[in-house]
């Protein structure tokens, strides 16, 4: 019952049963309908190959159909679903401890420079640990099939001082179903102090992009909290693009809860330490949230492997969705345990771009078949050999980008 590169997965239904039939025709396994985890078209995004949105269309293929069967195949063998279960809530619940804990500890701790720095510091890490490993799956429905589930639990994780509905219309809506396409994709627009495309307008501060981005990733949280989501919050609209009808309501509603978590907080601490130390210790919490966010997830889109699709005159990518999130994406090879589950999904960046609805916890499990089939369909697929790699690549990146001319040159192989 185990799929092998070059294999052509079938599908058919029989009553309750769907019967999956690997070439030459032999059976291979008998999936109940409700093991079946990705559907045709479940990518995440409401977006598909030939299916229109903000004037984009994907080119047609059968590489997706092909993967998603393989896929399903391939978790059906392990007797796994398509969310992450309990596998999910072992993996979320240490960084939830972490955070919480930290938050405790600088409650009742005395008022020492040293200490109070240190479990700052502990704050922002863990802050990140729960924005990757938690927030993330849960906010693309992938902890539990019930959405409240899902949303629970971002709420329960570390509360970060955004709206959760913003971020998901913006990751979901934008990131995901653009990947790297430039006015479409709103994480190409964070600053006009950095450059991340060959189509972006260049100006001479960007020579130096590679050197200063790194004091930028440290204001990024703090960016976001205080400007990021306020056109959808009070506008109700996305880089300038309507998503919502703007009510004193709605604004309401969302400011509450983009606010509610983050002063509770606060307010619990100002009641136990001196007011002077609110400041300089929200500072360190969310610099080094913001940086280290940035450096888990700002660096696998931004290497000198990545593609930028761009659509023609009348907004036709000629690729399929599928293949240009496998373009726009760069997978890191990270050995060390507690580091990978630091990451969450990222370091399975192109399984969870093709599949961001199934929980990162089996992204391991199916990689090697992602591979195969991008190897098959010739569709490339990288992976950084190791973090420093990938940082390393991410700066090039940057500088070459900082040039007029800009021209990316690849310094790690396709698979």
């Not at 709420?155 to 179903?177: E, L």
């Not at 360190?284 to 696998?300: I, N």
Request: charged share 15%; glycine share 10%.
């Amino acid at each position: 019952m185990t799929w092998t590169p070059g294999d052509t997965v079938k599908r058919g239904k029989r009553g309750n049963v769907t019967v999956v039939t690997v070439s030459p025709g032999r059976q291979r396994a008998a999936l109940d309908r409700r093991s079946i985890v990705c559907a045709a078209g479940d990518t995440g995004t409401n977006t598909g190959s030939g299916e229109m949105r903000q004037g984009i269309r994907y080119g047609k293929g059968e590489f997706h159909r092909v993967l998603r069967e393989r896929v399903n195949l391939r978790l059906a063998e392990e007797g796994r679903t398509f969310r992450g279960g309990a596998r999910a809530w072992l993996t979320c619940a240490p960084a939830v401890v972490w955070f919480y804990g930290s938050f405790v500890a600088l409650l009742v701790v005395p008022t020492h420079p040293v200490l109070i720095v240190t479990l700052t510091v502990s704050l922002g890490l863990a802050t990140t640990a729960c924005l990757t490993v938690v927030q993330h799956d849960a906010l693309h429905q992938a902890i539990s099939r019930r959405r409240w589930v899902n949303w629970a639990a971002a709420y329960v994780g570390a509360p970060a001082g955004v709206s959760w509905r913003w971020w998901t219309a913006k990751h979901s809506g934008g990131h995901h179903a653009y990947t790297n396409v430039e006015g479409h994709d709103g994480d190409l627009t964070q600053s006009a102090l950095i450059r991340l495309t060959p189509n972006q307008r260049w100006r001479p501060i960007h020579r130096y992009q590679h050197r200063y981005v790194w004091g930028l990733y440290a204001l990024l949280a703090v960016s976001i909290q205080f400007t990021g989501d306020r056109e959808f919050i009070v506008h109700g609209r996305l880089k300038g693009h309507p998503v919502a009808a703007a009510s004193a309501r709605r604004t309401a509603v969302l400011a509450f809860e983009k606010l509610v978590g983050l002063a509770l907080l606060l307010t619990i601490a100002a009641l136990v330490h001196p007011s002077a130390w609110l400041l300089p210790a929200y500072v360190l919490w969310w610099g080094v949230t913001g940086f280290t966010l940035a450096a888990v997830f700002g660096v696998t889109h931004y290497v000198d492997t990545s593609q930028f699709p761009q659509p023609d005159a009348s907004g036709m990518v000629a690729d399929e969705w599928a293949v240009t999130q496998v373009v726009g994406s760069t997978n890191i090879r990270i050995r060390n345990r507690v580091i990978r589950w630091y990451f969450g999904g990222v370091a399975n960046h192109i399984e969870h771009h093709l599949f961001p609805r199934m929980s990162h916890v089996h992204y391991p499990l199916i990689a090697p078949v992602v591979r195969a089939t991008c190897k098959e369909f010739g569709v490339p697929y990288h992976e950084a050999p190791s973090l420093g790699a990938v940082y390393g690549s991410h700066v090039r990146f940057l500088e070459q980008l900082g040039r007029p001319e800009a021209a990316l040159v690849p310094t790690f192989a396709t698979a």
